[in-house]
DNA sequence: TGCTAGCCTCTAGTATGCAACAAACGGTGG
DNA sequence: CCACCGTTTGTTGCATACTAGAGGCTAGCA
């Protein structure tokens, strides 16, 4: 546990502005368990801020749902409950899926590059085995989808959700799963073709498709971790 | 304009919990208009608490996107663009489907009685062209579908996006447009019909039909109100 | 020995003071 | 008359002091 060391209270640069994602990593790291209480204090402490900014973060992270502020008695990390996650998995879903919609209908020439140069290097990720390699490529994907959708409001849900399921941690155990990284890789191809179809509905549904067995593969590993 | 007489600084009951659904309120009233300063001091004495708990509650209105916060300037009350609402309206779509899958999936008893009893009081409302009893109507009806929908997650997703969009101060203009009420209903119903049928495809399209067609009435609106 | 009552220490919630910063205003010089 | 600069006023950002509630712990009693 190095709680301690590594989150260094390196001389606050602008104050405090950089305070909340460091504080969400923190919490998101792991390092503390949940029902771990958090104290406003021992954080201003060790952040070497006074309290007020150390608040407002943690009540930040308490809309973020990451950390749950009991009052008059204190902050803790939260438990994410199995029903957290597939509720969550349910709305990655629906999201990513309006995302894959909106960019076939507006098929933006430059994410649609992007989207065919990144199917392009997932296939030779795969075809040269490279596990560690793949997880960045369907973080872009996702991003390029995202970004192709062009609208804001889509943006701001998707990763106020990402942030609190801590997706990409998840990410790396389940392309490990003997044939889920070749399947995987087929499904980002079907989408990119679809969306470069101009087919809105089809595009919807296999990227809808491919989020679910992304998540039914995830869920599978969280069977064996949690509780 | 009544902004100093009935936002009275009724004494804080519970300290200031119930100051964030104030202010919102406030922002929200239109009494404040686009880029209007909100000066923490002015409204903490306005509210009788001290700057701190106005503090937090802008920040939160911040996030909500209600208001913007400018650095070491100040708070303002954000201008809403319609693209932006176009965006929401956009959310609201597959919000709503979502939900009307999810809920058909789930074919929960009490929510089903719910949704009939609704249908045909909005039935008995258009037959009395009562006016002024549908929008609770239609509140009630997409609060129903959420609500038998079962995902928490969903739930307060949705309620952020609806606060932002004010929905409920759009709808009272819509419903008098010339058929849209009559409209409206069989769309209900046609939702209604589906769920029960189990049919969670058939309900999400529907409802998503439902909802573009509403948010085209709503439009059509603001084309003629705003700029 | 077991239970209860009261205190004591912890927590968050709130108020306030102070400093830094931004912007507007007025005066002065060109 | 205009442009520029200093001052002044208003604002937030942060720190700190104070309040009050919650929960644990100990001591005293049955």
Partial sequence: ?????????????????????????????????PDEPLSEVRLADHFQVSRT??????????VEGLVEIRPKVGTFVRRITRREIVEMF????????????LMARRSPTDELTLLDANVRASERALSRGDIDGYPPLVHDFHETLLCGADNRKLEAHYRTLMNQLAYHRMIVNTVAHPG????????????AELIREKDGVGAELAMRAHVSASA????????????
């Fill in 53 to 62: 900014p150390v608040r407002e973060a943690l009540k930040q992270l308490q």
């Fill in 1 to 33: 546990m190095t709680r301690s060391t590594d989150e260094a209270p390196t001389a606050r640069a602008n104050g405090s502005a950089a305070l909340l994602p460091r504080l969400r990593e923190l919490v998101l790291s792991g390092d503390y368990q």
């Fill in 180 to 191: 889920r990284l070749a399947r995987s890789v087929d499904e980002h191809r079907l989408v």
């Fill in 216 to 227: 039914h593969e995830a869920m599978s590993d969280l069977l064996a971790l949690r509780d």
């Fill in 90 to 101: 349910e709305l990655k879903e629906v999201f990513e899926g309006m995302a894959a919609r």
